[in-house]
């Protein structure tokens, strides 16, 4: 089978530019300026990296942002402090916290302090809430990153089978939510399978589409594909690499090689979902800026 690549860079280049031209409308409109803010504590790799694109991707689009830093000894106390004075700044239209926090720190009651019509993350239970039953909602960046590939690709959803293989809060619970609801993306008969998973290979070659989210490189191997099933690779698990200048890279739950050319579409790592993550974030930030949420 020739599969066809789906290019998560140029689809999020293609909405970056529809939510600029957006803005631009907003701004002349005499709205003010989207304005996105962030928390990060302490300096883990992988979440200054995350951090340093969505400011400069804030930059891209025309929006206001504002990256608030704290030592990894930072309180707990100190950090709701910092989230009640965002939850009442009428010029912060959205915010999130960088995950992960220090073990000190309890996320749980740092997502249940910010206003969630202010979280763009789509984390507060509010909002997890409204999306299990259909509400309007601010939805997580990845599951709906991936949603909004389906659609641009024009990918068949309705009825088919979706194997959804991790169930974390982020991304495994809330795209097998999303697939499974009456919509399109959706109407998909969905299982979720997991580390205690018996049976796993038979399940995943019943699957029409199978969405790899369990944080194992290249865990999903041709035998238990289907032919034509489509791929999308969630995992982002960074290596040490000689060959990059960062000195790591990053590789996906599936073993990419052996399962593309089995696949109709398949998601590459980096370039698929990834990018789309971000995107997701701008959007809901243009969302919190209408007060669309409420
Ligand atoms: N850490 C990894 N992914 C995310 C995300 O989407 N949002 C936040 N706040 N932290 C993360």
Do not use: W
């Not at 998909?188 to 995943?204: D, F, G, M, Q, W």
């Not at 790899?212 to 099933?229: N, R």
């Not at 996906?252 to 109709?264: L, N, Q, R, Y």
């Amino acid at each position: 089978m020739t599969y066809k690549l789906i290019d998560g860079k140029a689809i999020s280049d293609q909405i970056k530019s529809e939510i600029a031209e957006e803005v631009k409308q907003m701004i002349a409109n005499g709205q003010k300026q989207p304005h996105l803010a962030v928390i990060i504590v302490g300096h883990d790799g992988g979440s200054e990296t995350y951090v340093a694109h969505k400011v400069k991707s804030c930059e891209q689009v025309g929006f206001k942002s504002t990256r608030i830093a704290f030592e990894d000894d930072v309180t707990e106390e100190v950090l709701l402090a910092e989230i009640d004075k965002l939850n009442r700044d009428p010029d912060i239209d959205g915010f999130i916290v960088q995950l992960p926090l220090p073990k000190h720190i309890s996320e749980e009651k740092v997502i249940e302090a910010i206003d969630y019509r202010k979280d763009v993350d789509g984390f507060h239970p509010v909002n997890v809430g409204r999306m299990v039953i259909g509400l309007p909602c601010f939805v997580s960046a990845t599951p709906s990153g991936i949603l909004e590939l389906l659609k641009r690709y024009d990918i068949p959803t309705s009825g088919k089978n979706c194997v959804v293989i991790g169930r974390s809060n982020i991304v495994g619970k809330p795209v097998a939510l999303l697939m499974m609801q009456k919509a399109y993306p959706g109407d998909a008969t969905v299982t979720v399978c997991h580390s205690r998973t018996k049976n796993l290979k038979e399940i995943c070659l019943q699957a029409d589409i199978i969405i790899a989210a369990l944080g194992s490189p290249e865990f999903l191997k041709a035998d238990m594909v289907k032919e034509g099933a489509v791929i999308i690779d969630v995992g982002t698990t960074r290596v040490p690499s000689s060959e990059t200048k960062s000195g790591f890279r990053l590789k996906g739950d599936v073993a990419f090689e052996e399962v593309a050319p089995k696949a109709s579409y398949i998601t590459p790592v980096p370039g698929g979902v990834g990018p789309m993550t971000i995107i997701s974030l701008l959007r809901n930030t243009l969302l919190a800026a209408k007060k669309t949420i409420y």
